[in-house]
C-alpha cells in the first residue's frame, strides 16, 4: 500500500501524536499500521478504513477507535496491547453481561494475541453528558434497574473474588500514592497503624456484606444513554464476585459529578426497595445497609485518591488531578460520621496543616 495512502487513513489520529516524542510516536505508528492492517481482513461487516479515528482512551493502556461501516453504522475498535492489557476478560464478561440481558457492546471479531477488539459501537451520549437535574431521577432509576438486575444473577465460582487480600491492596493505593507521592508525607509508625486500624474496621464490614457481581466501575462515564435498553454498559473487564453495595456507591457517590445528599439517600431507599423486592440477601434494616454503602464508599474513594495520584505523577495524566477535592470531600464527610473512622480524620488534617505545597493547579 502506498506511503502517501496510510498516511491519509491516520490523518485524524495522528493529531493526537503530535506532542509525543519520536520513540513513542514511531512505536504508534506502528500499532496503527497493525490495527490498520487487521481491520482490513474483516469481511463482515465491511468497514470504511479510511474513517478510523480516536473515539476515546481511559485510566489503563486501553484506547479506543470509532470507524463507519459500508451499513452506515459506527462501530469500535479496541486497541488493547498485551503485555499490558489482555482483551480475554471483556470478551468472557461481555457474554455473561448479555446473557443476563444487559446492553453491552457485542464482541464481532478478535484478535486475541495483538489484543483487538471490533465491537457494536453504543453511542457517543455518556450519563455524564447528560446528567443534569431534569434528567438525573429517571437516568439513575434506569442505571439501578439494571444493577439490581445483574446483582440477582450472580452465581459464586464464576467471576474471581474480590476477597479482603484484594480490597486491602486497593486500600494501600493511598498511602503509597496519595499521602506519599502527592501530599509528600512519610507517615510515623503511630500513624501507620491508626491508618490501619480504619482500613481493618472497613474491610471488617465490607467482607461481611453479601455477595454478587460487582461490575467495578459502573458510574457516568462507563454508562451510556440509550433509547432501548438504558443504560449501554462500558469497561467492565474488571468485573469481579464481591461486596453488594459497591457498584452503588460507584453510581452515587460518583468520583465525576455530586449529588446533594438527600438525593443520593432517596436513590440509595429505591434501590434498596428494589433489591429487596428482587429478592437480593440485602438487609432489612436500611440504617444498616445505608452504613455498608458509606464504609464501602470510603474504602473505593481511599483507593481512587491513590489511583488519581499515581495517573498524574507515574503516567503524567493530570487532568484526574482536578476531581481530587469532590472525592475527598466524599471521605472527610464519610469519616466524620463514624467514631472508629475518626482517626483518618484526624491523619488527614495534621498531613493536611504540614503537606508542601504541590505543584499542579486545577
Request: with cysteine.
Given at each position: 500500500m502506498p506511503a502517501q495512502s496510510t498516511q491519509t487513513r491516520f490523518e485524524k489520529i495522528n493529531l493526537t501524536m503530535s506532542c509525543l516524542p519520536t520513540?513513542?510516536?514511531?512505536?504508534?505508528?506502528?500499532?496503527?499500521?497493525?490495527?490498520?492492517?487487521?481491520?482490513?481482513?474483516?469481511?463482515?461487516?465491511?468497514?470504511?478504513?479510511?474513517?478510523?479515528?480516536?473515539?476515546?482512551?481511559?485510566?489503563?493502556?486501553?484506547?479506543?477507535?470509532?470507524?463507519?461501516?459500508?451499513?452506515?453504522?459506527?462501530?469500535?475498535?479496541?486497541?488493547?496491547?498485551?503485555?499490558?492489557?489482555?482483551v480475554r476478560p471483556f470478551i468472557q464478561i461481555a457474554g455473561l453481561f448479555a446473557q443476563i440481558h444487559l446492553t453491552v457492546p457485542q464482541?464481532?471479531?478478535?484478535?486475541?494475541?495483538?489484543?483487538?477488539?471490533?465491537?457494536?459501537?453504543?453511542?457517543?451520549?455518556?450519563?455524564?453528558?447528560?446528567?443534569?437535574?431534569?434528567?438525573?431521577?429517571?437516568?439513575?432509576?434506569?442505571?439501578?434497574?439494571s444493577l439490581v438486575l445483574l446483582q440477582s444473577q450472580s452465581q459464586p465460582d464464576v467471576l474471581p473474588e474480590y476477597d479482603r487480600a484484594f480490597l486491602q491492596r486497593e486500600l494501600m493505593i493511598f498511602p503509597e500514592w496519595y499521602l506519599g507521592k502527592h501530599v509528600g508525607a512519610t507517615l510515623t509508625a503511630e500513624q501507620t497503624a491508626s491508618l490501619q486500624g480504619v482500613f481493618d474496621a472497613l474491610l471488617a464490614n465490607?467482607?461481611?456484606?453479601?455477595?454478587?457481581?460487582?461490575?467495578?466501575?459502573?458510574?457516568?462515564?462507563?454508562?451510556?444513554?440509550?433509547?432501548?435498553?438504558?443504560?449501554?454498559?462500558l469497561d467492565f473487564q474488571g468485573a469481579l464476585y464481591g461486596p453488594l453495595t459497591y457498584d452503588l456507591v460507584?453510581?452515587?457517590?460518583?468520583?465525576?459529578?455530586?449529588?446533594?445528599?438527600?438525593?443520593?439517600?432517596?436513590?440509595?431507599?429505591?434501590?434498596?426497595?428494589?433489591?429487596?423486592r428482587a429478592g437480593l440477601p440485602i438487609t432489612p434494616d436500611f440504617d444498616q445497609f445505608y452504613r455498608d454503602f458509606e464504609f464501602m464508599?470510603?474504602?473505593?474513594?481511599?483507593?481512587?485518591?491513590?489511583?488519581?495520584?499515581?495517573?498524574?505523577?507515574?503516567?503524567g495524566k493530570e487532568a484526574y488531578l482536578k476531581d481530587i477535592p469532590l472525592v475527598m470531600s466524599y471521605v472527610r464527610k464519610t469519616a466524620q460520621r463514624y467514631n472508629i473512622l475518626i482517626p483518618l480524620l484526624r491523619l488527614l488534617d495534621v498531613l493536611e496543616d504540614t503537606a508542601p505545597v504541590v505543584g499542579f493547579t486545577f
Amino acid at each position: 500500500m502506498p506511503a502517501q495512502s496510510t498516511q491519509t487513513r491516520f490523518e485524524k489520529i495522528n493529531l493526537t501524536m503530535s506532542c509525543l516524542p519520536t520513540s513513542e510516536s514511531n512505536l504508534d505508528q506502528q500499532r496503527l499500521a497493525a490495527i490498520h492492517a487487521w481491520l482490513s481482513q474483516i469481511t463482515a461487516p465491511k468497514l470504511q478504513l479510511s474513517t478510523l479515528r480516536p473515539a476515546s482512551a481511559d485510566a489503563s493502556f486501553r484506547r479506543y477507535f470509532r470507524i463507519d461501516g459500508d451499513d452506515a453504522q459506527t462501530y469500535i475498535v479496541m486497541d488493547a496491547p498485551q503485555p499490558a492489557e489482555d482483551v480475554r476478560p471483556f470478551i468472557q464478561i461481555a457474554g455473561l453481561f448479555a446473557q443476563i440481558h444487559l446492553t453491552v457492546p457485542q464482541v464481532l471479531a478478535q484478535d486475541v494475541e495483538q489484543g483487538l477488539l471490533l465491537l457494536s459501537d453504543l453511542g457517543t451520549t455518556m450519563y455524564f453528558d447528560a446528567l443534569n437535574d431534569d434528567t438525573a431521577h429517571a437516568l439513575y432509576m434506569d442505571a439501578i434497574d439494571s444493577l439490581v438486575l445483574l446483582q440477582s444473577q450472580s452465581q459464586p465460582d464464576v467471576l474471581p473474588e474480590y476477597d479482603r487480600a484484594f480490597l486491602q491492596r486497593e486500600l494501600m493505593i493511598f498511602p503509597e500514592w496519595y499521602l506519599g507521592k502527592h501530599v509528600g508525607a512519610t507517615l510515623t509508625a503511630e500513624q501507620t497503624a491508626s491508618l490501619q486500624g480504619v482500613f481493618d474496621a472497613l474491610l471488617a464490614n465490607i467482607v461481611a456484606q453479601p455477595q454478587v457481581y460487582v461490575h467495578r466501575d459502573y458510574h457516568s462515564r462507563n454508562l451510556m444513554v440509550m433509547d432501548q435498553g438504558n443504560p449501554g454498559i462500558l469497561d467492565f473487564q474488571g468485573a469481579l464476585y464481591g461486596p453488594l453495595t459497591y457498584d452503588l456507591v460507584s453510581l452515587l457517590r460518583d468520583a465525576y459529578i455530586h449529588w446533594d445528599e438527600e438525593k443520593v439517600l432517596d436513590w440509595a431507599i429505591r434501590y434498596w426497595e428494589k433489591a429487596r423486592r428482587a429478592g437480593l440477601p440485602i438487609t432489612p434494616d436500611f440504617d444498616q445497609f445505608y452504613r455498608d454503602f458509606e464504609f464501602m464508599g470510603l474504602q473505593r474513594h481511599l483507593k481512587i485518591l491513590g489511583i488519581f495520584a499515581r495517573l498524574a505523577h507515574r503516567d503524567g495524566k493530570e487532568a484526574y488531578l482536578k476531581d481530587i477535592p469532590l472525592v475527598m470531600s466524599y471521605v472527610r464527610k464519610t469519616a466524620q460520621r463514624y467514631n472508629i473512622l475518626i482517626p483518618l480524620l484526624r491523619l488527614l488534617d495534621v498531613l493536611e496543616d504540614t503537606a508542601p505545597v504541590v505543584g499542579f493547579t486545577f
